[in-house]
């Protein structure tokens, strides 16, 4: 009774080992890993993106501020209130935008707040990244404006 009990402890004590051990010798993908502008544009194009964060900060609720991207340097989408469009250009890993026509409705207080946001972060230059199936815009201060991709 011992020996068993003390054989399946160091069964399983090699088991994890084992485990942990094949663990180990896997390199890790770096999630930071720079893509190229080629593959940057191959994940963003002909999806449609809708805003989980802004500027750092959580959206408003089924406000669905969204960006569709063409191949061509064309981008579209809701500012949460209203539609917009115009182009973007995508260099060394970062993303502007020209400046957006965009439909005048008005809109609540609360989502109005939020499009301007969004408008207002879109301008200057947006390093482009990919983690976990989400796409993050980040400013030059290290704000994120994260996407999730709409199926």
């Known amino acids: 009774m ?3 009990r003390t054989m399946k402890a160091l069964l399983a004590m090699v088991l994890c080992l084992s485990m942990l051990t094949a663990c180990a010798g896997k390199k890790a993908v770096s999630e930071d ?4 502008d080629a593959d940057l544009l191959a994940q963003l194009a002909g999806r449609a993106w809708v805003a989980e ?10 406000s669905h501020t969204s960006m569709v991207f063409s191949a061509d340097g064309k981008v579209r989408g809701t500012g949460g209130c209203n539609s917009y469009g115009g182009g973007y250009t995508l260099e060394d890993g970062r993303i502007s935008f020209t400046p957006f026509a965009a439909t005048m409705r008005s809109c609540v207080p609360a989502l109005n707040d939020q499009e301007m946001r969004f408008f207002r972060f ?3 230059k947006l390093i482009v990244k990919f983690k976990n199936g989400l796409l993050y815009l980040v400013s030059e201060e ?3 404006s994260i996407f999730s991709e709409l199926e």
């Open 142 to 144: 290290g704000k994120p």
């Open 53 to 62: 964060y802004i500027d750092g900060l959580p959206v408003v609720d089924m």
């Open 2 to 4: 011992f020996e068993r």
């Open 122 to 124: 879109l301008n200057g």
């Open 33 to 36: 890993a720079a893509m190229s």
